[in-house]
């Protein structure tokens, strides 16, 4: 498939119904940006949530990332854990905030090297609602690994990298480098054209970034609001929507509501 073929086939529109549910579990976008920069730079979030997510969490939720690890090796083999580099894209089409993460393995090795020769058959511009998507990511290497995914166990690995203070319990979903890549093909031809991404989309999308600097949160509206279908458009306004609308009562709805779609198993495909 040429690259026009792969672009015309990314689902670029935003729903009213996710802008909607975002304003819901931010409590309706009532908070000011300033207020916004201060609860996400705030000593005071970064101290609970590494005291919930990094020290509890991840007591609770080793005896899972061991078995779900084991269960892997099983059956795929080693390695069972996968370190990758996270980040955004600011101004200048810039990659912001550039930081280390760890997940089970639930797909094949090697994939990293596709999906930088492919970065738009990766999962950030795959989502759509307007054709059925395939049960299974073709890059998963076992059913064992869908399942992981689909109920966000392989990401529980990541609650350490919030006790070391390298990502955040709750903020902005980051971008992988597979992504990013994408992602600055995206923005250039928006830069040249003006006609990428729809009405609605908010034109200061990276200088937000590029002002915060923020850290990849585990927990984020894209992972609270229908994960797998969410398209690129959706995707990068709620990352925006967070940043200039975050506060402690939304963070507590944001994570209620990602429990609840992770039990639902509308994770990742």
Request: charged content about 25%; overall charge positive.
């Amino acid at each position: 498939m040429s690259s026009a073929e792969q672009l015309r086939s990314i689902d670029f529109s935003i729903d009213p119904e996710v802008v909607g549910r975002a304003k819901e579990l931010l409590g309706g976008f009532r908070v000011s940006r300033e207020s916004a920069q201060k609860w996400i730079e705030s000593p005071v979030k970064e101290a609970w949530e590494r005291i919930i997510f990094g020290v509890f969490g991840s007591l609770a939720a080793s005896p899972l990332v061991l078995a779900a690890s084991g269960s892997v090796f099983i059956a795929d083999g080693a390695p069972t854990l996968y370190r990758l580099k996270v980040g955004f894209l600011g101004e200048g089409n810039q990659i912001k905030g550039l930081t280390e993460i760890m997940k089970i393995r639930t797909f094949q090795r090697e994939v990293d090297k596709r999906d930088f020769k492919n970065p738009f058959q990766t999962t950030a511009f795959l989502g759509t609602r307007k054709r059925p998507l395939p049960t299974r990511d073709p890059r998963v290497h076992s059913s064992l690994g869908a399942w992981l995914r689909r109920i966000a166990l392989d990401e529980l690995p990541q609650l350490l990298s919030i006790l070391k203070g390298r990502m955040a319990g709750i903020g902005p979903r980051a971008y992988t480098l597979a992504e990013l890549r994408g992602l600055q093909i995206l923005f250039q031809l928006q830069d040249e054209s003006g006609n990428v991404f729809p009405e609605g989309f908010p034109e200061d999308y990276r200088e937000v970034i590029s002002h915060l600097q923020p850290k990849p949160g585990l927990v984020s509206l894209y992972s609270a609001i229908y994960r797998k279908q969410l398209t690129v458009s959706e995707r990068l306004l709620l990352d925006y929507l967070y940043l200039t609308c975050a506060n402690p009562l939304g963070d507590l709805r944001i994570l209620k509501a990602t429990f609840e779609t992770s039990l639902k198993g509308t994770g990742a495909w």
